[in-house]
């Protein structure tokens, strides 16, 4: 993964959902990040970050973005290639890395409320799939916002999703580690 040195950020994600996130969050934004010199990178799971690490030129400067279960494992992997500390959010935060609490759905679900979801499922079409889901035995008596954490669980469901929810947000209602990243990596343009 070696990077021309052109890239001003480095900005490495758990999985593609919450790429295409931070892609529709830049756009909606205002952003241009080709021409901003930031480039996203699906690392394909939160383990993946040691290896990933290990592999970047020198002067790349890198951010990021976690599920907070994954805290940890960022945290190691940021820490072997000489980072560190970052065993906590607060020392993530302080290199570039930020936490969704628990995970990118959570974020959106918690930002847009669950009527705000349900507003996204009916344009899109899914709104009786979700409704019949909700019905299953295992999942009827729990919070909505659970309900549709799990509905969104398959990465097919977050891939399809993130940006739709992405784009149903108010500005002013982003969720923090996404305002944060991006603002962060884009602050010296």
Not at 22 to 38: I, K, N, S, W
Not at 175 to 186: E, F, M, N, S
């Amino acid at each position: 993964m070696d990077h021309a040195t052109d890239i001003r950020w480095l900005v490495l994600v758990e999985g593609p959902s919450d790429r295409t996130a931070l892609e529709t969050l830049a756009r909606r934004c205002g952003h241009d990040l080709e021409r901003e010199r930031v480039e996203l990178v699906s690392i394909g799971g939160a383990h993946a970050i040691g290896s990933v690490l290990s592999r970047l030129v020198q002067d790349v400067r890198v951010a990021g973005l976690c599920d907070e279960g994954e805290i940890r494992a960022f945290g190691r992997g940021l820490e072997r290639v000489g980072m560190g500390p970052a065993g906590t959010q607060s020392e993530l935060e302080q290199l570039g890395f930020y936490v969704c609490r628990p995970d990118l759905e959570g974020e959106l679900i918690r930002s847009l409320g669950a009527v705000g979801v349900e507003a996204v499922l009916e344009r899109s079409g899914k709104l009786s799939s979700f409704r019949t889901f909700q019905k299953q035995p295992q999942w009827h008596d729990r919070p909505v916002e659970d309900q549709l954490r799990r509905f969104f669980g398959s990465s097919a469901g977050k891939i399809r999703y993130a940006p739709l929810l992405v784009e149903a947000l108010e500005l002013e209602r982003v969720p923090r580690p996404l305002a944060a990243l991006l603002a962060h990596v884009t602050a010296d343009v």
